[in-house]
């Protein structure tokens, strides 16, 4: 399978607790993106890598929250004292870079549960 | 205002008639502009992008941009109840870095 990958699919933890979330993107994309969805809206705009580099972090996001790509491949998105309003699910995406916006595609995403 | 704008539905046609699914954004300098459809309980998926101002075909479905306007759309001709999804807009940024920015998007529903 060569698209977007999201590890785990689900997560169900306690109020209080971290979480790490994996996504492994298309292999020849630079690009990748976070996005976090609640249900009956769009997805919502996290943060953003150019290869390794973090390029842009949403306002949104609280310091609880940090993302990394270490090697320009993989990333992990972490949630620090999850709370439940961080009951989402959180979308992953990658594209390539180009002089336009290229096609960007999104992973199967991490559906998150706070109790 | 928002910066996408999507009138979220839900918009019941019959099959075999055309859907009509609008989009207004708010940045002018908007360069590409993409429509994903969403199963419930699923990722988007990526079904047609646009870049040039006028209509872009592929198979039933046909993407119109009026960048003058403000305003993409999608039509989907021959609609199928497997067409039954959340449609999202998204228009790309206009700088370097090009992050989409997602409409609350369009539930649509085709009814055999």
């Known amino acids: 399978d060569t698209g977007v990958s999201q590890d785990p699919r689900h997560k169900i933890t306690k109020r209080g607790q971290n979480v790490t979330f994996r996504c492994d993107p298309i292999?020849?994309?630079?690009?990748l993106y976070w996005y976090r969805q609640t249900l009956g809206q769009g997805p919502e705009f996290l943060t953003y890598f150019q290869n390794e580099a973090q390029l842009e972090k949403s306002r949104l996001l609280s310091d609880r929250f940090s993302a990394e790509r270490p090697k320009g491949s993989f990333s992990t998105l972490e949630i620090q004292r999850t709370e439940q309003g961080d009951s989402a699910m959180y979308l992953c995406?990658?594209?390539?870079?180009?002089?336009?916006?290229?096609?960007?595609?999104f992973g199967q995403g991490t559906r998150l549960t706070v109790v | 205002q928002k910066e996408v704008e999507q009138n979220s539905g839900p918009l019941s046609v019959p099959e075999g008639a055309i859907a009509s699914l609008n989009c207004t954004y708010s940045d002018r300098g908007s360069q590409s502009f993409f429509w994903y459809r969403q199963y419930s309980g699923k990722s988007p998926e990526l079904i047609m992008f646009?870049?040039?101002?006028g209509d872009k075909e592929d198979g039933r479905f046909t993407a119109q941009l009026n960048k003058a306007s403000q305003y993409v759309s999608l039509l989907i001709r021959d609609s199928q109840p497997s067409d039954s999804a959340t449609y999202l807009c998204?228009?790309?940024?206009?700088?370097?870095?090009?992050?989409?920015?997602f409409g609350t998007g369009t539930r649509l529903l085709v009814s055999p």
């Open positions: 292999s020849e994309h630079n690009r």
């Open positions: 995406a990658s594209s390539l870079a180009g002089t336009k916006n290229t096609e960007a595609f």
């Open positions: 646009i870049y040039s101002n």
């Open positions: 998204a228009p790309g940024g206009n700088t370097g870095f090009q992050k989409l920015v």
